[in-house]
């Protein structure tokens, strides 16, 4: 089975900045779309980036500007660098491979990582 190991998460102040990794050892990235999804309770899980097989990337227009996700196809390792943060950030954050079709809006994605939680305060 696929695992998906997620780290970097936690507890922040509003305007700072956190990185979130991402990784596999069954996936090769440069072979499929990546992404990144959060949920905030009470609230359906939305896509944050997407990461296509040959790096290009699409963002949610909340983040824009303000979140980077990128990966090390070397490593099978996926990063979302997130700066700016703002409370409406906090939420867990999922790491998601095989996403199809490759956008943020997409629902299908063949495996999800366990989460880890990101908590924006002023």
């Known amino acids: 089975q696929v695992q998906l190991v997620e780290s970097g998460g936690g507890s922040v102040q509003t305007g700072g900045s956190l990185r979130l990794s991402c990784a596999a050892s069954?996936?090769?990235?440069?072979?499929?779309?990546m992404g990144w999804f959060r949920q905030a309770p009470g609230k359906e899980r939305e896509g944050v980036a997407v990461?296509?097989?040959?790096?290009?990337?699409i963002y949610a227009d909340s983040v824009k500007g303000r979140f980077t996700i990128s990966k090390d196809n070397a490593k099978n390792t996926l990063y979302l660098q997130m700066n700016s943060l703002k409370s409406e950030d906090t939420a867990m954050y999922y790491c998601?491979?095989?996403?199809?079709?490759?956008?943020?809006?997409?629902?299908?994605?063949?495996?999800w990582g366990q989460g880890t939680q990101v908590t924006v305060s002023s």
């Open positions: 998601a491979a095989d996403v199809v079709p490759c956008t943020v809006a997409s629902r299908m994605v063949s495996d």
């Open positions: 069954e996936y090769s990235y440069s072979s499929y779309c």
């Open positions: 990461i296509d097989s040959d790096g290009s990337p």
